[in-house]
């Protein structure tokens, strides 16, 4: 019994440390997760890409309908897309929109003090100052580049879908960040494209119910970009929590 007894704590002591370590190992991709906005001129292999979605579909779906499409974009297709876009872009040709509305019709406190915050943060580190329009639209330019991203990539969803079909998508975004940021890669998801995505359902050849989500880049981080060392804060517990007793 005495033994027995030893082994067991033994094999306890072992599981604590064990789940102690895999707890701080994904809070540390967690928490290492930040938009990036330059990259290396770096390829990425294929197969990471393909272990990365791999993973990622594990995400969760109301009754296993997985929503998610994905066009990967490397080379040829994928500087056919950017040229295509900036061009666009550059001419400001009228009757681009997104098909629907991300972010809300009038921003409200906290989250207009927030988008701000963020917004001013970028610009600051850039040396961009209130007005300079011309030097926000290069800026803003760089999204249609996918940041110097090796890889784009563009998701998409069957526009019957329901409301919960697009939160389990943001299920599925967030595991590919996480699962690139656990293989050393970093991501930045973007809004930026919905304005374009009648000129990505014809480069991609989306089907007729295909419509798009958002892009993302992918690959390896500038670490000498100025861009890259924006720090966002997160709003505290107290915030958006409450403990019902």
């Known amino acids: 019994m005495v033994g027995n007894n030893r082994t067991s704590q033994?094999?306890?002591?072992?599981?604590?440390?064990?789940?102690?370590?895999?707890?701080?190992?994904?809070?540390?991709?967690?928490?290492?997760?930040?938009?990036?906005?330059?990259?290396?001129?770096?390829?990425?292999?294929?197969?990471?890409?393909?272990?990365?979605?791999?993973v990622a579909r594990r995400a969760p779906s109301g009754t296993n309908l997985q929503p998610w499409r994905v066009h990967v974009l490397v080379g040829k297709t994928r500087q056919r897309l950017v040229d295509a876009v900036c061009d666009a872009y550059d001419a400001a040709e009228p009757g681009h929109h997104a098909e629907y509305n991300y972010y809300p019709a009038e921003f409200f406190e906290p989250y207009l003090a927030r988008r701000r915050k963020i917004g001013w943060g970028?610009?600051?580190?850039?040396?961009?100052?209130?007005?300079?329009?011309?030097?926000?639209?290069?800026?803003?330019?760089?999204?249609y580049e996918f940041f110097g991203a090796p890889v784009g990539l563009i998701f998409s969803i069957d526009r019957r879908m329901g409301q919960g079909g697009w939160l389990d998508y943001g299920?599925?975004?967030?595991?590919v960040m996480l699962a690139a940021r656990a293989r050393g890669l970093d991501t930045c998801p973007q809004v930026a494209w919905l304005?374009?995505?009648?000129?990505?359902?014809?480069?991609?050849?989306?089907?007729?119910?295909?419509q798009l989500v958002c892009g993302m880049s992918l690959g390896w981080t500038d670490p000498d970009a100025l861009e890259n060392g924006l720090q966002t804060e997160r709003a505290s517990l107290d915030e958006f929590v409450v403990f019902h007793d």
Do not use: C
């Open 10 to 54: 033994l094999d306890s002591g072992r599981l604590g440390v064990a789940q102690n370590s895999l707890s701080e190992a994904v809070d540390a991709v967690m928490a290492g997760r930040h938009a990036v906005r330059a990259f290396l001129p770096r390829d990425v292999p294929r197969e990471y890409v393909s272990e990365i979605l791999a």
């Open 122 to 143: 970028l610009y600051g580190l850039l040396g961009i100052g209130k007005g300079d329009a011309d030097r926000m639209k290069v800026q803003m330019r760089r999204n």
């Open 171 to 175: 299920m599925f975004l967030q595991n």
């Open 195 to 210: 304005d374009y995505h009648r000129i990505i359902a014809e480069t991609l050849g989306f089907g007729a119910e295909e």
